[in-house]
C-alpha cells in the first residue's frame, strides 16, 4: 500500500463515522493542484545534477496552505501527496487557520556540501516562487531541511516579491524565526505524551519509553520527557540504537549527538541493538519519530508498548494499526502528536505579520493551550464514539475542513 492510500484508509474510516457522501469525500481528498519540478545545480566538482522537486497543494478551505519541505531520497509525488493531505487534517485538528501542503525533492543531504544545498534550494525557489507566499502557501522545516534552508527559501523570494518572512516558518530566530520553533515538535510530542499517560491513568514516574530517530523531533521529545521524569530506555538513528535498561543518560547522548552530528556509530555509553530491536522492546511508550511505515503488518504483532505516540508522519501502516488496536494498545496519530511544529508555525507567522516578538515563554504557554485543547476534543471525542483516538481526530480534522468547504462556497 502506498503512502497517499494509507492516508485514504484513515480519511474513509473517519468519514464513515461522520456519513460523508462520495462527492464530499472526493472533494476533500482530490488534493487541489501537484507541481512536478525540475531542478538542474552545478555542483562543487563540476558536474551537472537534474533533480526533481515537487509541491503538493492540498486544501486551502480554511487557510493559505501550510506544509513542511523535505529533502530525501525517497521523496516522491505520492509521498509529499499523503504528507500534504495530512497536514491539512493537523491544522484543523489544532484548529489553525490554514490549509494543507508539502514539497520535497528526492536527494540525499548527507553527500550534499552546504554549498550545494543553498544552490538547490534557491533552484527550487526560482520554479515555484509564483505558487508559495504568505496568503497561499508556507513551506516550513521536514525532513533533511533546517532554519539554514527556510532563511535561504526567504531570500530567494524576496528577489522575487521583495520582502515577506512570512512566506516561509522555521527561520533562524536571529532571522526573522520564533523562539521555540525548533524545540515544538519534540516538545508537543512530550507534552502530549504526558497528557495520555495521565488520561489513562499510567505513572508517569519512571515510565520506559523508547524512541526511534534522533533527529529534530526525536531529540526534543527525549529532552522533555526526560525531564518529566520518564525513563528513556532506548533511542537510535538511521544507522542502528542504543539501549540501556537502567535509562539513557539523555544530557549525555544529546551532548554526544550535537558535537558529533550524530548518535551512531561512535555513542558507547548504551547497548547496540538494530532499529527493528528497539521498535519490539518491552517499553510502556514507544516513539516512532523518523520515517514513515516503520510499524507494519509483520513487525506489529511483536510490538510490545501499549502506547504508541507517532511523532513521524505516517509511522504506522493502516494493517498495523488494527492489530495493535485489537492487542490493546493505544496509538496518539501523527495529526495531532506532532502538531506542535505546525503550532508554533502559526505563531511565528502572526509575529511575522504583526512584527511583534513573541518570548519563549508565551510560545510555550501558548502551544500547551492548543495542544491541550486538541488533545482533549480528540479524547472525548473518541470516548463518546467509541472510536480510536486517530479516527476521533480524523473526525474532527475532516468535520472542520467539510464545514468551511461549505461556508465558503463550491462553485
Ligand atoms: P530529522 O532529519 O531531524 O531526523 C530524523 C532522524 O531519523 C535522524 O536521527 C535520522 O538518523 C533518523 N532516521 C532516518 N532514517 C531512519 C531509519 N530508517 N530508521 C531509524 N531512524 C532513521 O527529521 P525530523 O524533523 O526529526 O523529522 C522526523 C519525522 O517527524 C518525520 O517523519 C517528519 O515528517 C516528522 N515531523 C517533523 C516535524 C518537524 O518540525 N521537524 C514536524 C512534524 C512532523
Redesign the pocket.
Known sequence: MRAFEAVQKYFHRAADQLELADSRRTLLITPRREVQVQIPVEMDDGGLRILIGYRVQHNRARGPMKG?L?YHHEVDLDEVRS?ASLMTWKTAVVNLPYGGAKGGIAVEVAKLSPRELERITRKFVDEIHDMIGPDTDIP?????TDHRVMAWIMDQYDKYHGFNPGVVTGKPVEHYGIPGREE??GRGVGLLTVKLLSRLGRKMADARVAI???????THAAKFLHEASCKIVAV???KGGFYRPDGIDVPGALHYALSHG?LSPGYADAERIT?EELLELEVDVLIP????G?IHAGNAPRIKARVIIE???GPVHPDADAILDQAGAVVLP?ILA?AG??TVSYFEWVQNRQHYRWSLDRVRQELDKTLSTAFEDAWDLARDRKVTLRTAAFMLGIGRVDRATTLGGIS
Request: net charge negative.
Open positions: 513542511g523535505r504528507l516550513a522545516p521536514d525532513m533533511g515544538a515538535t526511534q530517530g534522533f533527529g529534530n523531533v526525536g537510535s538513528d538511521s550524530r532499529n519519530a523518523a520515517l514513515g516503520a511523532g513521524a508522519n501523527d506532532n511544529g505546525v
